[in-house]
């Protein structure tokens, strides 16, 4: 494709919509798109996590896919990307998946998503839009959001934290696959990528001085002990901080409240590292560590508790990404109790469309009997 017809094309995503500002720089997937049928998806799921899908075309020979996509909602810095995804036969043949241990007859495969960033400036040029990634003017690599965390699955596979090679390039474990069938046939991989965005530098540098007085517990005026460890375990925070924050410990400090005399606070019910979690989302905007699947649900259930609505929605959106065949009946339970209907719609739906494996597990019996309501939404959820 001419550079011409390269720029007409992508000229005529502009008028698409969509979900998350979406440029796409490579020839063939621009074209696709285009014509609204490209298997490339971004969406933006809210709180700086994005979400990309992709179809990785597996050749029997082994090989690599490179697909350049474009965030154009960062003002005149525009983070550019390209995804890699290199695969080839192992040798020896694998006997599992190392993420998802399992793997089905057929052709094996070993996947390996790669993730690199550069940036570009983008200048209007009457009604084109030219890139160029190679002069930058004006434009620090901090005038605009970067990924803090990267996630990666394929096939479905338990999504896994993308090792960071360096400030702007990150690297998946090695996902196992299996090409079923008796005779080779080209492919189609479902790659699904999470990208999790930072704040601009100021925001960053704000943030983490206010973290800072906690991880360095500075001038704390109220301690938090907690039962599960006799008291012995304590832990400072800032009054002024936390009442602002949370309507719940606005409550418990005011004057005619125990605890704003004693400044000390019993914790019940939540672990210690979940409850520093919860502080450390209080003064910073963001948990100390990646989000699991683990670590979202006890977040959910602390923050809620203390009426932390930004961390119990992170921790919905992350669950979200987290639906698997093996989880999706717990999750959809779970979500039923805690009234996170997001994630119970989502549990649903994906139940519904995978009806005949699911009514198969042991978790599909235990639903019937601790759960029949929710049960009978879900299978009359199946026959429409």
């Known amino acids: 494709m001419s550079e011409e017809a390269r720029s007409t094309s992508s000229l005529k995503l502009k008028t698409i919509k969509r979900k998350s500002s979406l440029s796409v720089l490579d020839s063939s997937f621009s074209s696709a798109i285009s014509n609204g049928k490209s298997d490339l998806k971004l969406t933006e799921l809210g709180d700086g996590l994005m979400q990309l899908e992709f179809k990785a075309i597996i050749a029997r020979a082994g090989g690599k896919q490179k697909e350049t996509f474009q965030l154009d909602n960062f ?82 596979c338990k999504k896994s934290l993308m090792e960071p090679l360096s400030t702007d390039k990150w690297k998946s474990e090695k996902f196992s696959i299996s090409v079923s069938g008796m005779e080779w046939k080209p492919a189609a991989q479902n790659c699904v990528i999470w990208i999790k965005f930072s704040k601009s530098v100021g925001e960053i540098n704000a943030h983490r001085q206010f973290a800072d007085l906690y991880v360095n517990q500075s001038n704390c005026d109220v301690h938090f002990c907690f039962e599960e460890v006799d008291g012995s375990e304590r832990i400072g925070g800032h009054v002024t901080i936390l009442s602002a924050r949370s309507s719940v410990f606005a409550a418990m400090f005011q004057n005619d409240m125990k605890e704003a005399k004693t400044r000390q606070v019993l914790i019940k019910d939540i672990k210690p590292e979940i409850f520093k979690q919860l502080l450390y989302y209080i003064y910073s905007g963001h948990t100390s560590a990646p989000l699991t699947e683990d670590s979202a649900l006890s977040l959910f259930v602390a923050a809620d508790i203390y009426n932390i609505g930004d961390l119990k929605n992170e921790c919905a959106r992350f669950l979200l990404t987290c639906i698997r065949l093996d989880n999706v009946i717990n999750l959809m339970a779970w979500s039923h109790l805690h009234s996170a209907d997001k994630l119970k719609e989502a549990a649903l739906t994906f139940t519904a469309s995978h009806g005949k494996e699911i009514c198969q597990l042991d978790d599909w019996e235990r639903l019937i009997k601790n759960y029949p309501d929710l049960c009978l939404l879900a299978t009359r959820r199946m026959w429409h």
């Open 75 to 156: 003002y005149s810095c525009i983070p550019e990307f390209v995804v890699t995804c290199s695969y080839y036969q192992p040798n020896p043949l694998p006997n599992e998946c190392d993420v998802c241990s399992t793997i089905e007859p057929g052709f094996p495969f070993v996947i390996e998503l790669c993730l690199a960033q550069s940036t570009s400036i983008q200048v209007q040029q009457g009604e084109a839009t030219a890139y160029n990634s190679s002069s930058i003017v004006g434009c620090s690599t901090d005038s605009y959001d970067r990924p803090c965390s990267v996630w990666a699955s394929v096939n479905g």
